[in-house]
């Protein structure tokens, strides 16, 4: 959708949200959504949905358009909510996961790519440093984080190994707590 169009779709699922979490305080909390395609947008929204509508929550796609949560064109909404001590819940997208022209069959690209893309999200925050600016950022992975903790062991090895594998303060497997 373009700015206009996702701004309001957006203002619109969050407002419902807020009307649902305000009707039933002690049993529901809603979870916003931004229009993560439009930067400047999702910044005025993360603002409205938090502090005029009182959510306290965003949830978010493993990727942006194809572009992983590291990147400086999503970044600075992840930031942002950090800085505003937001939870932020990312799941996996349903189109356009990691490899899926490679899952055809067998419902591939759920039991692969769900899990896959979120060890992607996972690890993109993780390396991106943004837990160790904000160390009590509180961030959920569906999928129990894929497949990261299978794959730790490898990360840690090259974080070992590699200069150019450690750009954030620890080893990966510090940050899977």
């Known amino acids: 959708l373009d700015e206009t169009d996702s701004a309001r779709f957006c203002r ?14 002690d049993r529901y909390q809603g979870m916003a959504v931004l229009p993560m395609q439009h930067q400047s947008v999702a910044l005025k929204e993360l603002d409205h949905a938090t502090g005029r509508l009182g959510l306290r929550t965003i949830v978010l796609a493993t990727n942006v358009r194809g572009l992983n949560l590291d990147e400086p064109a999503v970044m600075p909404v992840l930031e942002a909510a950090a800085k505003m001590g937001v939870s932020i819940v990312v799941h996996p997208v349903i189109w356009g996961k990691a490899g899926e022209e490679r899952f055809p069959r067998y419902h591939f690209w759920n039991s692969f790519g769900a899990p896959l893309e979120s060890s992607l999200a996972a690890m993109s925050v993780v390396y991106s440093g943004l837990l160790d600016r904000h160390p009590d950022l509180r961030i959920m992975f569906t999928q129990g984080g894929g497949w990261i903790h299978f794959g730790v062991g490898r990360l840690n090895l090259r974080y070992r190994q590699r200069e ?4 954030m303060a620890h080893p990966p ?3 899977l707590a």
Do not use: G, I, S, T
């Open 164 to 167: 150019d594998a450690r750009p």
């Open 173 to 175: 497997a510090d940050y």
């Open 12 to 25: 619109e699922v969050n407002e419902e949200l807020a009307e649902v979490q305000a009707a039933y305080p």
